[in-house]
């Protein structure tokens, strides 16, 4: 993928840019033009992070109210079967644009493939559908994601004074393109490491689905195996991160373990003011929405824009253009940029006993 991320300042020349017509990779001029434009947006799940209710849905709904487009948000909520079926559904009512957050690559591709043969443009939302026709992928770079992870736990190892820590992993679902990407990135900085016999390499698996409560289980079976030595924990976003932490809870070990995360959630963040959570990753996702939403404003009116920028599908050799985005690691030292960019407001993230914790961040 090529790196050179897109700063805001050129995300928003995608508002501003000239358009061309489209005419390639699938997506019709007639299908765009003919008919009235419209969106259909498919959302994976609701359960492996509260990013996608809480901040996408919500960030789509408000370009697209903005442009006066007309748009349809479902939710396949984990199901292939009804990803398939939502995205029957969108194109029988005419969508003329529709953008995709795959559940894995086969049904992605299956779905993407039914739309451009009925003319309808595509795009590849947050994760890179293999195989796949999307004319447009918009997300994050997200091998930095992983190597800001892989950075941030080797930095928290080190402020804990560990000595040839013993590290697990708890990767992301094996059929998202994405986690395959995060775990490039956090191995290219801890590799080095257990190569060097610095680290110790623990028990390394990835999560079925994302599915947080599956990752409770994995990680006593892995606190087990290792008779509760493992010293550090990569986990690929906060959902698992969050379930390690449950476990470590049980065994009297939360705060002395550095768990990493990812999403910049409500609970990941509180976790990290806790102490029981090393870092998590900030994603923009406003920015990602607005960026995904103008390029779907654009397709569903049957036309294309530039975004200077591609990634190349390791699976098709194609080349696709892409929106890349900047991610930021976050620790308990920055955790109010996170409110101050109104990602969280600090209403839902200083709760309860959060609220001393947080004033002590200098989150106002």
Known sequence: MRKGFLTFAAVGLLATGSMAACGDNGGSDQAGSAKKPKIGVILPDSKSSARWEGADRKFLEEAFKAAGVDYTIQNAQGDKSAFSTIADGMLTSGVTALMIVNLDSGTGKAVLEKAKSQGVATIDYDRLTLGGSAQYYVSF????????????????????????????YLNGSPTDNNATLFKNGYDSVLKPKFDAKEYVKGPDQSVPDWDNAQAGVIFEQMLTQTKGKIDGVLAANDGLGNAAISVLKKNQLNGKVPVTGQDATPQGLQNILAGDQCMTVYKAIKKEADAAADLAISLAKGQRKDTGQSVKDPESGRDVAAVLLEPKAIYKDNVKDVVADGFVTKDELCTGAYAKLCADAGIS
């Open 141 to 168: 770079d997200n091998e930095a994601v992983g190597k800001l992870q892989g950075e941030g736990l080797s930095k928290c190892l080190t402020d804990k004074g560990a000595k040839n820590p013993v590290v697990a």
